[in-house]
């Protein structure tokens, strides 16, 4: 799946050539994806400009002239992509089937060259919708969403806040987007286990003023906050092959720490990693480093 590096990864990739770009058409290979795609989609697009490319949390926001904003997710295994005439001619050897192109948006960019942007999404849990700009913060997707994963954003001091009096896990806490918005279950195995913290341990503790306490807080925030860097920079990562906005296939070879690492020996003291069931998710963590 996706996880927010792999989106902002995405965002960069489709800014330069989609900023200041026209939509001259629009066409919809089905009626829905993970919701039906919005009412007269095509009529409301076409001869709008494409503003600015944004993202919130794992949602990428295509502003578009004449106030609409397309809020688009991409599920569990979508992607766009944007080709020219030249790369469009190569498709067929860049992995994904023609068959999963639910939409697919010509543009003129600024260049004034023509380029289709794609989405291609196999088990269609992504989503494409419209809604209008000025309220666009008030959609039901977005009202509720915490901070951003991102060194302006995301302290120690807000988390004791946001954890105080919360007696779930730490693990669980952290995947709540009402508090931290985007942050996936990799990111949160990584972080914590950098941070040397049980994913097991409540998370109003992270609250207490007791010494310990009192850094880490402040640790985990900003390990955070760096592996989200550091994977952005990399550009994203992702457990399976993944499309690179630009159309070319990019298979990220990221090495975790601890995600993934069930039984392999901890690359801090060497005790094996162990894997339990939260919330319904993995956690993988060293029961020796993190308490
Ligand atoms: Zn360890």
């Not at 004449?66 to 030249?86: A, K, P, V, Y």
């Not at 009096?165 to 952290?174: G, V, Y």
């Not at 508090?179 to 503790?205: D, K, Q």
């Amino acid at each position: 799946m996706p996880e927010l590096p792999e989106v902002e990864t995405v965002r960069r990739g489709l800014d330069p050539l989609l900023t200041g770009a026209k939509i001259i058409s629009v066409k919809l290979n089905r009626k829905n994806l993970r919701f039906p795609f919005p009412e007269a989609f095509s009529e409301r697009l076409v001869g709008r400009t494409i503003i600015k490319l944004s993202r919130r949390a794992k949602y990428l926001l295509f502003y578009l002239s004449h106030n609409e904003t397309i809020l688009s997710h991409l599920g569990m295994s979508g992607s766009w992509r944007i080709e020219d005439e030249f790369s469009r001619k190569e498709h067929s050897s860049i992995g994904k089937l023609v068959a999963h192109d639910h939409c697919i948006i010509n543009v003129q960019a600024k260049d004034d060259k023509i380029y289709r942007l794609t989405y291609n999404d196999a088990r269609r849990f992504g989503f494409i919708l419209l809604t209008d700009t000025t309220k666009l913060y008030e959609h039901p997707l977005l009202r509720r969403l915490g901070v951003e994963p991102m060194n302006n954003t995301l302290s120690g001091a807000y988390l004791k806040k946001a954890f105080a009096n919360k007696k779930t896990s730490l693990k669980t806490a952290l995947l709540d987007q009402s508090i931290v918005a985007g942050l996936g279950n990799i990111y949160v195995c990584e972080a914590l286990w950098r941070s040397h913290l049980s994913p097991r341990r409540s998370a109003f503790t992270l609250a207490l003023e007791d010494v310990y306490m009192l850094e880490s807080a402040n640790f985990l925030a900003q390990n955070i906050c760096n592996l989200i860097t550091e994977a952005i920079i990399s550009g994203g990562t992702s457990l399976r092959d993944y499309m690179h906005a630009d159309g070319s296939l990019g298979y990220f070879q990221h090495y975790f720490s601890v995600y993934g690492r069930e039984g392999k020996e901890c690359l801090n003291c060497r005790v094996p990693i162990v894997r339990i069931l939260q919330s319904g998710r993995s956690s993988f963590y060293c029961p020796q480093c993190q308490k």
